[in-house]
């Protein structure tokens, strides 16, 4: 059971690290081999729109994308988490996400495979920190992810979405939010 775990905060040790960490140690504890990503130590350009993936689903810029992409597409389930900004992940996990605009072009375009119905998609989750306490604070995050997640057969399994917390530390006065995603990180290993 290969997980790949991402980390999608400019904060090494804020609050999402924190609940990522926690999903990535219950995962652990029942067997799965994870693979860490922290994005902001990546090398990735923003998508330039230039479709030359047109030709053979990859993308043409050559940068830490390629390695991680061919992770994404090989790896058993995934767990993606990023802080949210003006109702939104953040900035390292959507130029992640764009740059999938390679592996959607190659599963729809050039494969042609039926939309949305991918057989035995493989499990995700999806955990999101953000410091509003607004009433929809998550819901375009999930559709994004949701999306993203499609582009390499992967389907959302699970979110754990958590309002009210901005400080770097705020997440250690609530351990039971690091417990379920402990608990998160053991049901997709069973899932699987």
């Not at 775990?5 to 609940?19: D, F, H, Q």
């Not at 050559?62 to 988490?81: H, K, N, P, W």
């Not at 958590?162 to 997440?171: C, N, S, T, V």
């Not at 379920?180 to 069973?190: D, I, K, Q």
Request: net charge negative; hydrophobic share 40%; proline share 4%.
């Amino acid at each position: 059971m290969k997980i790949t775990a991402i980390y999608g905060s400019p904060r090494r040790r804020g609050n999402t690290s924190r609940l990522l960490e926690s999903a990535v140690a219950g995962a652990r504890s029942v067997g799965a081999e994870v693979t860490e990503i922290v994005l902001r130590d990546l090398k990735i350009s923003p998508c330039l729109e230039i479709y030359a993936c047109r030709e053979s689903g990859c993308c043409a810029i050559e940068d830490d994308f390629q390695g991680l992409a061919q992770r994404l597409q090989e790896t058993d389930a995934t767990m993606l988490a990023s802080p949210v900004f003006f109702y939104a992940v953040s900035a390292h996990t959507k130029i992640m996400m764009d740059r999938c605009q390679s592996l959607w072009v190659k599963k729809y375009w050039l494969e042609k495979q039926p939309f949305g119905q991918a057989e035995n998609p493989k499990p995700g989750l999806f955990i999101a920190v953000g410091a509003s306490c607004g009433k929809r604070l998550f819901d375009g995050c999930k559709m994004s992810v949701s999306y993203f997640f499609d582009t390499f057969n992967t389907s959302l399994h699970r979110s754990l979405t958590y309002r009210g917390l901005d400080g770097a530390d705020e997440i250690l006065e609530h351990p039971e939010y690091l417990d379920e995603a402990r608990e998160a990180g053991v049901e997709l290993v069973s899932a699987l």
